[in-house]
């Protein structure tokens, strides 16, 4: 059974940090393409970052670039997204997602983290 279980999400002051994690069970995890997105309410989930199988290319929505980094750790099958200065329309559930076919679709997703950014 594949599981993407994400965490780290919370309450946090714009301006302020927040490490997102996910980890993966039932997949193996080095051969995935791993991203996060996000939703914002009434919006529709877009995506935020990815970063390949072997660590060697990331890519980042226009909005988040600068802030946040995505990184992961093929030896404990975790994927993780730093986010610096927040703001608040970073403010959204946050989706972390597997993709076996290089970002083109997405196989696995979590059920998503809070991340409310208040002025």
């Known amino acids: 059974q594949v599981q993407l279980v994400e965490s780290g999400g919370g309450l946090v002051q714009a301006g302020g940090s927040l490490r997102l994690s996910c980890a993966a069970s039932?997949?193996?995890?080095?051969?995935?393409?791993m991203a996060w997105f996000r939703q914002a309410p009434e919006k529709e989930r877009e995506f935020v970052a990815s970063?390949?199988?072997?660590?060697?290319?990331?890519d980042y929505t226009d909005s988040v670039k600068g802030r946040f980094t995505i990184s992961r750790d093929n030896a404990k099958n975790t994927v993780h997204l730093q986010m610096n200065s927040l703001k608040l329309e970073d403010t959204a559930v946050y989706y972390c997602?597997?993709?076996?076919?290089?970002?083109?679709?997405?196989?696995?997703w979590g059920q998503g983290t809070q991340v409310t950014v208040s002025s």
């Open positions: 997602t597997a993709s076996r076919w290089g970002g083109r679709h997405y196989d696995y």
């Open positions: 039932g997949i193996t995890f080095s051969r995935y393409h």
């Open positions: 970063i390949s199988e072997t660590r060697d290319s990331t």
